[in-house]
């Protein structure tokens, strides 16, 4: 198989060939990106791969509404789990962003609402094979999450979730992707 990225690697291989450039429309998967991604700052995202189950027990399955409920105690005692990054900022980001998260369910409905309204409700299908690091689009929704007061939430790390759920499709002409990809993630 042609492959963007994660050749030789299983599970990047897995990512690329069944999560990434794929819409999705689940709120609970739209947050465990927002997760994801917000840690991956400055890292490798197969770093955050490779603790994705790790980020999955400490933060409850991604479960908003718990994840904006944790503790300072509990947070605090995640800075200690080789698991997930132990970046103190991005680890209260979760409970932060969790919080913000909810509120914009209330507002929109779903999360799923406010997001694919930045699209019009329809995957931008990048045609070029270039990838940019930002966009327009990238910029309003960074810009309105941090005025919502969201943390790790820049234009690159926004860009960055729209591929991983779908808003954009990236995928390289020379990817199996590119052509063959399902368009519609079950919710």
């Known amino acids: ?30 947050f465990e990106m927002l997760v994801l991604e917000g ?25 908003p509404k718990v994840v904006a409920n944790m503790s300072d105690k509990e947070l605090e005692t995640l800075r200690e789990n080789p698991d997930i990054v132990r970046n103190r900022l991005k680890i209260y980001a979760a409970r932060k962003n969790a919080r913000i998260f909810l509120e914009i369910q209330r507002e929109f409905g779903t999360f799923d609402a406010y997001l694919w309204k930045y699209v019009n409700g329809k ?27 969201m ?6 790390i926004m860009y960055a979730y729209m ?16 052509t063959n990809l399902n368009l519609n993630r079950l919710s």
Request: charge should be positive; glycine fraction near 8%.
């Open 1 to 30: 198989m042609m492959r963007c990225f994660g050749d030789g690697n299983p599970r990047y291989e897995k990512y690329h060939d069944e999560e990434w450039g794929v819409p999705s429309h689940d709120d609970r998967y739209l």
């Open 39 to 63: 840690s991956q700052a400055g890292l490798s995202w197969e770093t955050i791969l490779n603790k994705r189950e790790g980020y999955k027990k400490a933060f409850h399955n991604f479960d």
């Open 163 to 178: 591929q991983a759920v779908g808003l954009v499709n990236d995928h390289r002409p020379t990817c199996d992707k590119y």
């Open 123 to 149: 995957q931008i299908v990048n045609r070029t094979g270039r990838v940019p690091v930002t966009t327009a689009i990238s910029d309003a929704l960074s810009k309105d999450l941090k005025k919502r007061g």
């Open 151 to 156: 943390t790790f939430v820049g234009s690159t």
